[in-house]
């Protein structure tokens, strides 16, 4: 990875009639960099990328990729990178193989040069001795990595994945994110949205949007150091909504909010909350199984930032 920036995103909106979808987002992302952009279903985190890939002209701002405006200049934006969706675009009725030539002749991949780059995606999604499966037939793992080869056949500079992980078990998604720092290594640039935690985790560099607005950018762990104003507290009670109702209005806490079967409340930083939240929870007919601190997750943070919880669920898209 260097500092020489490949994507260049400056106050960039997109307007559908009077909704505005992406509102001044602006930021930069180096050669060879993992870039998260992580919010809410509906949050502008698609119309961005499609605005980068050049399938949708900015209503203002501009954006650059490698370089290319991509307003003025998107057919020649699309020959240099590659993009992959949950939707995998891969066709089922063909082969594994079969796929891999037709998406190399679309990319003007040929000769000699599409038969190593076949043979390559091939060995990378672990398909061989399989490629003249059908691919309706082939594992949900499977469809992933072979969908990545076909997405990066032309060896493009950057490379969007949209969703790219949801709906593939565990196991796969680990594999697929060693591949996608294999070519961060190699210097490919890499846009990523996920709705899976751990996946950002991996990234460099995150920025977190809501309602089109970029509300945080930062490495993950600068993010959820600084995200929160205070100490940030694991609190199991019964019954759970009397148990944040009365949180709320104790003395030190600043925000609280329920993850699960239990409750995250951020109080002042010192041990007096900590010491006389059960005293207080007891008073208001709340019982209190534990009480501990915790560090913050990039959903606490995400919550600390928006008042809203968006991260770490399957509906997160």
């Known amino acids: 990875m260097n500092d020489a920036p490949s994507i260049v995103v400056d106050k960039l909106v997109k307007r559908f009639g009077a909704f505005v979808a992406v509102n001044q987002v602006s930021f930069q992302i180096r050669s060879g960099e993992i870039f998260g952009l992580l919010g809410p279903n509906g949050s502008g985190k698609s119309t961005t990328i499609r605005m980068l890939c050049g399938l949708l002209n900015p209503s203002s701002g501009s954006a650059t990729v490698v370089g290319l405006d991509v307003a003025r200049q998107a057919e020649e934006v699309r020959q240099h990178i590659g993009y992959m969706s949950q939707k995998f675009s891969l066709y089922n009725d063909l082969t594994a193989i079969e796929n891999l030539q037709f998406f190399g002749g679309l990319y003007g991949v040929k000769g000699r040069v599409l038969d190593e780059r076949i043979a390559w995606a091939i060995k990378m999604s672990g398909l061989a001795g399989s490629e003249q499966l059908l691919t309706g037939e082939l594992s949900g793992g499977w469809k992933q990595r072979l969908a990545l080869g076909c997405a990066v056949l032309h060896r493009p500079q950057v490379l969007f994945l949209d969703e790219a992980t949801a709906g593939v078990d565990p196991l796969s998604r680990r594999q697929f994110w060693e591949l996608i720092h294999e070519m961060s290594r190699e210097g490919v640039t890499i846009l990523v949205t996920t709705h899976y935690m751990d996946e950002a985790e991996y990234c460099n ?95 606490d943070a995400f919550v600390s930032l928006t008042g809203s919880r968006a991260l770490g669920s399957e509906s997160y898209q």
């Open 205 to 299: 560099r995150l920025a977190l949007i809501d309602q089109g607005l970029i509300v945080e950018m930062g490495t993950p762990t600068k993010i959820k150091q600084t995200a929160i104003k205070g100490d940030l507290l694991l609190v199991e009670c019964s019954p759970l909504g009397g148990g944040l109702a009365a949180v709320k209005q104790a003395p030190g806490v600043l925000e609280a909010s329920v993850f699960g079967a239990a409750l995250h409340v951020v109080v002042s930083t010192g041990r007096q909350p900590l010491t006389e939240l059960p005293a207080f929870l007891a008073a208001h007919d709340v019982r209190v199984g534990r009480i501990e601190l915790i560090s913050p997750s990039l959903e």
